[in-house]
């Protein structure tokens, strides 16, 4: 069973619109990841979170870790076709990677 | 920046026979992690190793095995290959407990 939630499964985004991605975990988590992935391609690295609280930006992508340390959500401001992808999250259990079932986003004209 | 080397990228090969996937991770990096994706699925842990040792070991089969050699590139040797194991294989290398940064993948195709 998938320890990590991701929601929701998929959307579809005009570009120039904004998109929200939630990760949620029923325990505590103490390190949580976010990478993107082209169909068929590897993950890249996005950002990784780890205090209560923290949030991280890069270019127009916002990630961040709720205080109770058990969701995360990843916001995209003004989408762009590069932005289309899979995203998916992924906490550390003793050096491994768990992940969730993952998100697809399109971007549309 | 360098990134992590993986080899070959694309692999097919029949039932039952045996495959060897390779991994160069980023230099001064100490561990190296195997991850399986199937097919619209998200990556699995197999195994990883840590300075040449073993160190976690997840949901990999018997027929599967790997080591780490003094160079800290990886090899993850696959024998009797079943339809199953058609996947993407990635490798992810870490320093310390910094971020684990993920190869381009190995695609294995078993017909």
């Known amino acids: 069973s998938q320890e990590l939630e991701q929601s929701p499964q998929s959307l579809i985004v005009q570009e120039g619109k904004n998109l929200t991605i939630n990760c949620t975990s029923s325990?505590?988590?103490?390190?949580l990841y976010w990478y993107k992935q082209k169909y068929g391609e590897g993950l890249i690295f996005l950002m990784m979170l780890q205090k209560g609280g923290e949030e991280k930006s890069h270019e127009k992508i916002t990630a961040k870790l709720d205080e109770k340390k058990q969701q995360s959500s990843l916001h995209i401001t003004a989408s762009q076709p590069s932005h289309a992808g899979i995203y998916l999250c992924g906490e550390t259990r003793w050096g491994k990677l768990q992940f969730g079932a993952g998100t697809q986003v399109v971007v549309t004209p | 920046a360098a990134g992590v080397i993986q080899s070959p990228r694309h692999l097919i090969k029949e039932k039952r026979e045996t495959a060897t996937l390779k991994c160069y991770p980023i230099p001064r990096h100490d561990t190296v992690y195997w991850y399986q994706q199937g097919p619209g699925q998200d990556p699995q842990f197999l195994i990883s190793f840590y300075e040449k040792m073993q160190s976690d070991k997840g949901s990999i089969p018997d027929r599967f095995s790997a080591q780490q050699f003094s160079d800290y590139h990886s090899e993850l040797n696959m024998s009797s290959l079943e339809l199953g194991d058609s996947a993407l294989y990635f490798c992810a290398s870490q320093r310390d407990t910094d971020t684990q940064y993920f190869g381009p993948g190995t695609r294995l195709t078993v017909l």
């Open positions: 325990k505590t988590l103490y390190g």
